[in-house]
């Protein structure tokens, strides 16, 4: 492969951050830590290993993921409880957050709504930081294990991977068809999975995740949320995710609310600003 003259000089570019995000609108992580003291459980659901449930937290509330019994990633899907067609947009948060989140960033909705619909405020595996491998956790890069990819890579016809689950859990809460219920499951928060780009390839890698029962992940809900996550068939995704192969665990799924006077003057955030007139 021939090269231009200035190759070297092109490549050596520096790179410019795409989305400068001294402007995003920051949290109020000192009156959400304040409104969390005083918060007590409202309720629970325990994710069986290689299914999925849903979660309902209302506007200021907190929900809590905890890994409990053994190591164990978990795919999170989270709608507008009144409006599914608003739902996290996975590529818009890594765009404006990075590759992995985690303390004061946010899951952001799909358009044309596109606001903060849950801020994580509570991550124990903050410490875990960017390994030498360029590997984190809780990453917005993956989409969810699925039985398409399977059957085209292998020809397989498995029914657990976390989109099967997704769907399953929503339909039972919704009462929707699979078939309808599947149009809303969407790229995920890969919750304590352990993800990254190979330098030489570029190439989509998991790594055993570092969680360990007592480990979690909790968020502010900032608009009414539904919610599912499904305790992926990969186990902690040291090998594979698309079969009964690997140890799996049950995922914990806990919210609680703040006393109501402690968030008096907050409200959820506005939906975007545009008009949507696009030009027309
Ligand atoms: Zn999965």
Redesign the pocket.
């Known amino acids: 492969m021939t090269q231009p003259a200035d190759a070297d000089a092109r490549r050596a570019l520096r790179p410019v951050i795409c989305y400068p995000n001294d402007t995003l609108p920051r949290p109020d992580m000192a009156l959400y830590a304040a409104a969390r003291a005083g918060a007590s459980k409202v309720s629970e659901v325990l994710i069986p290993a290689r299914e999925a449930a849903c979660f309902r937290a209302d506007a200021g509330q907190f929900f809590r993921i905890t890994s409990v019994e053994g190591p164990q990633?978990g795919?999170l899907n989270l709608w507008n409880a009144r409006d599914l067609s608003e739902r996290f947009y996975s590529g818009k948060s890594r765009a404006l957050h990075g590759t992995h989140l985690t303390l004061g960033e946010r899951m952001w909705s799909s358009f044309p709504y596109l606001r903060p619909m849950a801020t994580i405020v509570g991550d124990t595996l903050d410490w875990y930081g960017i390994d030498e491998f360029g590997g984190s956790v809780h990453d917005v890069i993956g989409t969810?294990?699925d039985p398409y990819t399977g059957n085209l890579l292998v020809g397989t016809q498995y029914h657990h991977?976390?989109h099967s689950n997704l769907i399953r859990a929503l339909a039972d809460e919704t009462g929707l068809a699979l078939a309808e219920a599947e149009r809303h499951v969407h790229d995920v928060l890969n919750v304590f999975m352990c993800t990254g780009f190979t330098r030489d390839t570029g190439q989509y890698f998991m790594k055993a995740s570092p969680v360990r029962p007592g480990d979690y992940l909790e968020f502010f809900a900032e608009i009414d949320i539904l919610g599912a996550l499904?305790a992926?068939?990969?186990g902690d995704c040291s090998s594979e995710?698309s079969s009964d192969s690997a140890a799996c665990y049950p995922m914990l799924v806990e919210v609680f609310a703040p006393d109501p006077a402690a968030l008096a003057g907050w409200h959820s955030p506005l939906v975007n600003g545009y008009d949507q007139s696009h030009g027309r």
């Open positions: 990633v795919d969810r294990c991977c976390c499904s992926c068939p990969g995710h």
